[in-house]
């Protein structure tokens, strides 16, 4: 969620928190919509993995649609995609190394209502077809890794939710 530190001022603590859950409800679903799984929740983010990066664009576009600065909330999204170690902790997977660690650090690039995600994500044909289907143009930037200075290309585009189409 982008801002909900002040969402949270402006619209006090149990206002607030219930608008967010409802956020993690429209989130969960279009999750499952597009064949996804939520690994875990940190504070007012979600972490998700996906078998298809077709079905991660995909669902990241219906995600930022089902979101309105009108209700307060707006996302920004980042993926990337790639190996990583798959561990059983507290109960449940957890995900842990580059490709987590890359996605996360993505997500500085995105504003309200925009998805980033990595030239890995953007080199799958399938994703190129759905982008070109859409007819979405994406940003090029890159993201300079801050421990290595090494550039990694990054793309970007904005989503107009329902309100915003209308």
């Given at each position: 969620l982008v801002g909900s530190s002040r969402f949270y001022q402006d619209k006090g603590d149990q206002g607030a928190f219930a608008a967010v859950r409802q956020h993690f409800v429209r989130v969960y679903e279009a999750v499952k919509q597009y064949n996804g799984a939520v690994v875990k929740?940190?504070?007012?983010?979600?972490?998700v993995s996906y078998s298809n990066p077709r079905d991660a664009i995909e669902s990241a576009f219906e995600m930022q649609k089902r979101f309105s600065a009108e209700d307060g909330l707006r996302l920004r999204i980042s993926m990337h995609r790639?190996?990583?170690?798959?561990?059983?902790?507290?109960?449940?997977?957890?995900?842990?190394?580059?490709?987590?660690?890359?996605?996360?650090k993505l997500q500085a690039l995105a504003e309200a209502g925009q998805v980033a995600f990595s030239q890995t994500v953007a080199d799958d044909p399938e994703v190129t077809h759905w982008l070109e289907s859409k007819g979405v143009t994406p940003t090029r930037m890159s993201y300079t890794q801050p421990w290595n200075g090494q550039q990694v290309p990054v793309l970007r585009f904005t989503v107009k939710s329902k309100s915003a189409a209308q």
């Open positions: 929740t940190i504070g007012d983010a979600a972490m790639g190996s990583c170690l798959a561990v059983n902790l507290n109960s449940n997977i957890d995900y842990f190394g580059n490709t987590v660690n890359l996605a996360a």
